[in-house]
């Protein structure tokens, strides 16, 4: 079985990642490995709802998500953001598919708290046949995050626990979570490694607050025995190495003893 690597490209900072960026997840995919994309977006939401003059709010990193709310965001994750993901992979000379959650039931979800948040959803399911025959045919799937429910309806997925979701159920190999900072900064340092017991001290003193709460709540709910470690790096100066090889804050359950 090839390793499964899911690369979370954040909202924050798509629009600057580098040709180089895209070559090396096409270089990952030609040395072996099954790279799967899945994007966010917020920033650019933003813009569209500011357009529109739409008012949305966050509630710990989860924007309430009315029906014009979610109609903006589906327009921008699915209309905009996918397809330019799409289009830099193939640029780069890979072969991408841009579907969304709903899109052959991908992301199943049901609504984290209707009252409180609207249209957010949470994924309990996914669709890992279709992700694993798009990858069985050298296609790079790139996922925007809105799913859908049982019955049918539509629901904003916040993009960090979209990936940790496909990660945890295509049992991938590596998290890794691209955004605009280097890692998780403390005291302006970024740390190399975090735990899952010094994360929550964090989120309580509040020296992780806002969009990074969704990230490491994601990463912790998909450390498993197959993906011992997720990693949080910054898009503008890196690029995802074919040996992993990338500088950032690996976050893992419990503290890893250093080699004597
Ligand atoms: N301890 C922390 N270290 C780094 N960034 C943090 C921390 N706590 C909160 N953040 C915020 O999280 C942001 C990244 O999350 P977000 O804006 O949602 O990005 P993305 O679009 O990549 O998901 C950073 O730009 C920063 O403002
Ligand atoms: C429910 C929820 O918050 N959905 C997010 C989906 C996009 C996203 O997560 O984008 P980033 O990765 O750029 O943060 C939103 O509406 O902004």
């Known amino acids: 079985m090839r390793e499964i690597v899911v690369i979370k490209c954040g909202g924050s900072t798509i ?6 960026f895209f070559q090396s997840v096409v270089n990952m995919q030609q040395a072996g490995k099954r790279p799967i994309i899945v994007h966010g977006g917020g920033p650019a939401i933003n813009e569209m709802l500011q357009k529109l003059d739409i008012k949305s709010e966050f509630v710990d990193g989860l924007r309430k ?6 109609e903006t965001a589906e327009m921008v994750l699915c209309g905009k953001v996918n397809k330019q993901v799409v289009t830099s992979i193939q640029r780069a000379g ?4 841009g579907l969304s959650g709903c899109d052959g039931k991908l992301i199943e979800v049901r609504a984290v708290n209707e ?17 694993n ?10 996922i925007a ?8 309806t539509h629901y904003n997925v916040n993009a960090d626990s979209a990936a940790g979701a496909v990660a945890k159920e295509l049992e991938a190999e590596q998290l890794v979570f691209v955004t605009d900072v280097d890692g998780i900064l403390k005291d302006g340092k970024c740390l190399d490694q975090v735990t899952a017991t010094e994360i929550e001290n964090y989120i309580s003193d509040g020296t992780i607050y806002g969009g990074m709460i969704p990230k490491v709540r994601a990463a912790l709910s ?22 992993g090889s990338v500088k ?8 890893v003893k250093a080699h004597v």
């Not at 890979?94 to 598919?97: E, S, T």
């Not at 025959?133 to 790139?142: E, G, R």
């Not at 995050?145 to 049918?152: A, F, K, L, Y």
């Not at 950032?248 to 503290?255: A, C, E, F, M, Q």
């Open 115 to 131: 009252g409180m948040l609207g249209f957010v959803g949470e994924p309990i399911m996914i669709n890992t046949t279709l992700l």
């Open 94 to 97: 890979g072969l991408a598919v």
């Open 145 to 152: 995050p809105i799913g859908i429910n049982e019955s049918g």
């Open 15 to 20: 629009s600057e990642l580098s040709n180089e």
């Open 222 to 243: 998909t450390l498993t025995d197959t993906l011992q470690s997720v990693m949080i790096m910054n898009g503008k100066a890196t690029t995802v190495g074919k040996d």
């Open 133 to 142: 025959s798009l990858m069985d045919q050298q296609l790079i799937p790139v």
């Open 65 to 70: 998500t009315t029906s014009e709310v979610l």
């Open 248 to 255: 950032g804050t690996v976050i893992v359950k419990s503290k």
